[in-house]
């Protein structure tokens, strides 16, 4: 389908070019920054040819800004105005992670707001106690919560060789629940691998026409919860669905370049991980997933299907502590915990093992002020889509929201009336 050729929109159409040249030309300094592109193969190769430096890339970056600046704005199509934001944003958050791989050395907070567009909530330690203590309540047994978390959560790990076939389930009912949901271009699909030795649990590698590599790493434990997680976050109605209706909807039918390139540390990361991780909710409003679980995953994994409720009891608070990661990356980022006292942070009021704490500090190493994404982006999406009456009453109109989140280009910061920080 042809796009809208007003003047501005031809503008903005050729900043999006020079952004997505620009992602191509930043991905050759930083590994880790493009994580998706399925536009012209000729735009990569030029990039490489260019063979620019970042002080070079700076400086087209601002001037790319300043152009975009003096575009009109369009006042009457909300979608065309929100565009041209988010170019804007993004190009800040290129020049801010140019500026990063340049030397400049941001504050975990300064970092969470240049690249994605958000200010992450400061949660103390007495938080965190609080909600141990109340998981306390749950775990059976005696000895601190930490102990009998980890002995409780050791009755519940997916036995290696049935897997797969949990995973399979996993994703069957996912994908069933979303296809009811949102339409689809035919032919969307995904290949599932099984990796060992990575600093993540799990990875969605979009490759362009609808389709996705996705990757679960096995190097630690994996429990019957990780299941409809990755299955929903990684696939449907997660990452793979997010990835698949951006493609459709912006970069091939309204003809959006901006959108053939996925910048792995740019604000749509926050919306990326947030949708995956609230979609769970969306795909299995109430107590759906635990019924599920409990007639399917459960016997399928050889657990007990009797304790299915007060696993996902426990799961519920447990979800709460994962701010305490972000309260890891902000003491080691900024220099006040040391990797061990990060690690030990971690271990105390994430409730992780020694090992896996150990993998979120590499983690966190890698992907640095990142992991506020997933929680606070969870948090946002659902303000945003619950403020819109999408509400856990009403599942098809959130749905809707949902659906019409993951396939427009909104800012983070639009997704809150309170993009400020505070102190819980
Ligand atoms: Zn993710």
Known sequence: MASDTSPATSLLDHAAEAYVKLALAIGLHDPDYVDAYFGPQLWRDEAKAAGQTIQDLIASARQLLQDLGRIPRSQDDETLALRHQCLSRHLRSAIA?????????????????ALYDAYPPVYTSAFFEEMLAKLGG?????????QRYKSFRSH?????DKLDDVFQAAIRECRDR?????????GDQFTLEYVTDKP???YNWFKGSSTSLIQINTDLPIYIDRAVDLAAHEGYPGHHVYNTLLEAHLAREKQWIEFTVYVLFS?????????ANFGIEVAFPGEERTSFERATLFPLAGLDPAETQRYYDVHRLTGVLNYAHNEAARGYLNGTMSRKQAEEWLVTYALMSAERSAQRVRFIDVYRSYVINYNLGQDLVRQYIEARGGTSDHPSRRWEEFRNLISSPRLPSSLTSLPSPKRV
Request: cysteine-free; charged content about 20%.
């Open 97 to 113: 992670r140019l500026e990063m791989l340049e030397g400049h050395a941001f504050t975990f907070e300064e970092e969470a707001f």
């Open 138 to 146: 749950l775990l059976p047994g005696t000895g601190s919560v930490a």
């Open 156 to 160: 519940f790990v997916i036995p290696r």
């Open 178 to 186: 979303t296809r009811k949901a949102i339409a689809l271009p035919g």
């Open 200 to 202: 993540w649990s799990g």
């Open 267 to 275: 604000p749509q990361s926050l919306i990326a991980e947030g949708t």
